[in-house]
């Protein structure tokens, strides 16, 4: 039935890829003309294109030939001229979508097509790489091109001044690393004065390399600008200790699926009676609880060399899904000292979030998102549900004639590597190259100690030799080489094939253990085979291995049982595949709901987000800053009437006194003092308040051109909402630790958050409008004074 349907309707996949063979024609019907243009002329036609676009013309009138107007200048330029299934991918991009070209089709050269055509409308362009090492490439390569035709390029980077950073915005297209256009949103929103801007533009079209990676790896991590303060050492080093005291299912849970642990009833009596405290949930322990709880995440979530390594007495982390150092990076809330705890090293200060966002939310602000990767159709869904983009999958340019081996599953990892071992001796006697992938840092070294005691040769690749990446990957395809990597290998740069090694079979890529995504894996296979290449590549896995304790503990326990090996511990039941399958699935499946939930709650936060940012530009850019403060001031003192003067009490139940006291405070022209003898009801308070407050307005209006009140005013209002702002991000951090603590039956723990986080939200903005009423008297009494002397 369904292939009777696809008949009738077509598949949506071979229907984009033959509109865009169409368009492709075309593309090359124009190459003749624009060969026998001179470079002046093939220049003019930006020009031509710009004023085509202003006097009403649309960007699909010109798509064709501003392709073609790229691969002319490219093969000028660069020696390199765009392949049909390259041109396809372009026009995806365009199409705002995600083109998954296979490893070795040259990417880098698609992003120059449809960044060309959307530049010209002059709003800016961002191409974003996964690091810097690619950023600068490409824009040195495919910027020559751009700037051939007269645009302008720019990079984004860590480390550069902030002119710089303008100057890389100002430009029609900015290549540079996702995280850092981040951050500079983040920090674009706590300056202090408008100069202080990198200025970034309104968010107009971006095209993200490597969209998996940067949309799905890292989306699972917020980014986060934090700021040092200062911390308890010994309680770090005592809760460190503490923690290793600690048993599993006895004083804690540890979830492996989604990663997570919480303390017992039993764990929480050994922490009250160690520290003498009560009730270790009340709001006078929260600190202590916080601490002991990141002394366990520590303990059990945290394993050295494999989410981190220590160098020269420093906790480094690690990217699980690159196997990189994160540089500059550190883990916050207290997590990374409690590390250092766990590892007897000096504490450094704890990082205080001041600014943060998701990578969801932030590309999210793009209004034309678009990318491309080597791998993305596992991933779907998530592409449609949260960006509404398709993943449209474009022919490679040659025939792929890589093997693909099934799975070697074993009884034991002793077993896997034992086989591991004698399939890459076999290997290596031919001359083949072999790159053997693990996905951490010391499995990486176990593997180098089986080698060692095999007498195999090798390089090792992993973060502890990033130095010396380029180099080891480039000779990883040389005969005779064995190259044992982390999943960095091969990013960003090809391996290709020595002299001889296609009669070898090619590159043989070896994975020693199944990654949590089968994309993961399937970017481990697109290492060898690139362009029409032989090649070959199998897995070598163990149901000991970590995706299989993690996902499926108690299942395997019992399948164990009824698994038949031959003597090398290779196991020959037919099931095997399907379950290591299923478990894969089920691992893809806790990731995504992990993601899923972490855009969901950001998103309530992004809300409370843009209402501050909001608010904070209006302080920064506006001439009369005093005029915000009115409403707010308003707003103020009537929440002293509502918290003194409540309707639900009799009016002998009222706190007169301390409204008095509040309001007399803010107040400077005329004193309060209410006889209750008089009122009846809270309205007839508020109604004198505001009688006061507009008299009091009426007077501040006639300084709004006193130049010095309004730079004290706005100075006032930006560090008043941004400590209250400070402090409602630590509310909230504690607020989603503490979610996952308490039991509220079958009500949804995202509705306990977008509730509570509300009410944490409405109180602290009131602290913000009280405290600016506070601050602003003390800023006019002076004036008062000196007016009352004259």
Aim: with cysteine; charged share 30%; hydrophobic share 35%.
């Amino acid at each position: 039935m369904l292939t009777f349907v696809k008949k009738i309707i077509g598949d949506e996949q071979s229907r984009r890829v033959k509109k865009y063979q169409k368009i492709v024609d075309e593309i090359n019907a124009l190459e003749e003309t624009f060969e026998k243009f001179s470079d002046g002329q093939l220049q003019q036609k930006t020009i031509e294109f710009k004023e085509r676009l202003e006097s009403g013309s649309s960007l699909d009138d010109i798509k064709a030939e501003a392709f073609a107007v790229v691969r002319e200048a490219s093969k000028r330029v660069l020696g390199l001229r765009h392949y049909d299934v390259q041109l396809m991918g372009g026009l995806t991009l365009y199409d705002r979508d995600i083109a998954e070209m296979a490893t070795g089709e040259g990417k880098t050269l698609v992003a120059s097509l449809p960044s060309y055509l959307r530049a010209l409308e002059g709003k800016g362009v961002h191409v974003i790489t996964v690091n810097e090492y690619l950023a600068k490439r490409d824009r040195d390569q495919i910027g020559q091109v751009h700037e051939f035709l007269g645009l302008s390029v720019g990079l984004n980077i860590g480390g550069i001044s902030p002119v710089e950073k303008q100057q890389a915005y100002a430009s029609d297209i900015t290549y540079g690393v996702g995280n850092e256009f981040g951050f500079d949103y983040l920090r674009d929103n706590m300056v202090y004065s408008p100069s202080q801007r990198v200025r970034q533009r309104p968010y107009h079209y971006v095209i993200i390399d490597e969209i998996d990676s940067v949309l799905i790896d890292e989306a699972k991590t917020p980014l986060i600008i934090a700021g040092k303060t200062s911390v308890n050492p010994n309680l770090y080093h005592i809760c460190a200790k503490m923690s290793k005291s600690f048993k599993e299912n006895e004083d804690y849970i540890y979830d492996r699926e989604v990663k997570s642990v919480n303390f017992t009833d039993a764990g929480i009596t050994k922490i009250e009676r160690a520290f003498g405290v009560d009730n270790l949930y009340d709001l006078e322990h929260q600190t202590l609880y916080h601490y002991v709880i990141q002394a366990l995440r520590a303990r059990v979530m945290f394993h050295r060399d494999v989410e981190y390594m220590i160098q020269e007495g420093k906790v480094l982390l690690v990217d699980m899904y690159t196997g990189r150092v994160m540089e500059g990076r550190t883990l916050s809330d207290g997590l990374h000292q409690a590390i250092e705890a766990k590892e007897g090293l000096e504490i450094t200060e704890e990082n205080k979030t001041q600014a943060t966002v998701t990578i969801q939310n932030y590309f999210r602000m793009y209004p034309d998102l678009s990318g491309m990767t080597g791998t993305a159709k596992t991933e779907k869904t998530e592409f449609e549900m949260l960006y509404s983009m398709d993943v449209i999958q474009i022919p490679t340019n040659k025939l792929k004639i890589r093997n693909d081996h099934p799975d070697r599953i074993y009884m034991t990892v002793e077993d896997k590597y034992r086989a591991t071992v004698e399939e890459v001796k076999q290997r290596h006697k031919t001359g083949q190259p072999i790159l053997v992938c693990t996905t951490s840092i010391i499995q990486s070294e176990m593997v180098a100690n089986y080698f060692d005691e095999a007498n195999l040769p090798y390089n090792l690749l992993n973060a502890k030799s990033v130095e010396k990446e380029v180099e080891l990957i480039s000779k990883a395809g040389q005969k005779g080489q064995i190259t044992i990597a982390t999943n960095m290998a091969g990013r960003g740069t090809d391996i290709k094939l020595g002299d001889g090694v296609a009669e070898l079979g090619g590159l043989f890529v070896l994975g020693t253990e199944k990654h949590e995504s089968r994309r993961i894996d399937n970017q481990l296979r697109g290492r060898s085979g690139r362009q029409g290449d032989p090649g070959a590549t199998q897995f070598f896995i163990s149901i000991e291995d970590e995706m299989m304790k993690r996902f499926a503990r108690e299942e395997m326990l019992e399948w164990q049982k009824t698994l038949l090996s031959d003597d090398t511990g290779l196991i020959t039941s037919k099931e095997a595949a399907e379950f290591i399958e299923k478990v894969q699935r089920m691992s893809e499946d806790a990731n995504y709901a992990a993601r899923e939930y972490t855009v969901k709650l950001d998103d309530i936060a992004n809300e409370q987000r843009e209402v501050i940012y909001k608010l904070r530009n209006k302080m920064l850019e506006t001439d009369n800053p005093l005029a915000i403060t009115y409403d707010m001031m308003e707003k103020g003192v009537l929440s002293f009437v509502e918290q003194y003067c409540p309707d639900y009490q009799l009016v002998e139940e009222w706190n007169i006194t301390e409204l008095e006291s509040h309001l007399n405070n803010i107040f400077l022209l005329e004193k309060l003092s209410f006889d209750t003898d008089e009122i009846d009801s809270s309205s007839d308070i508020q109604e004198m308040v505001k009688e006061v407050f507009e008299r009091y307005v009426e007077w501040i209006k006639h300084h709004e051109s006193d130049e010095n009140i309004q730079n004290t005013t706005r100075q006032i209002l930006l560090m008043t909402l941004d400590r209250h702002w400070l402090s409602h991000l630590d509310d909230m951090s504690r607020l989603k630790e503490g979610i996952g603590l308490r039991s509220y039956q079958q009500e949804d723990p995202l509705r306990i958050f977008l509730r509570e986080s509300y009410e944490l939200f409405e109180k602290n903005f009131m602290k913000i409008r009280r405290d600016v009423s506070m601050h602003l008297t003390k800023v006019l009494k002076p004036k008062l004074e000196s007016e009352m002397e004259e």
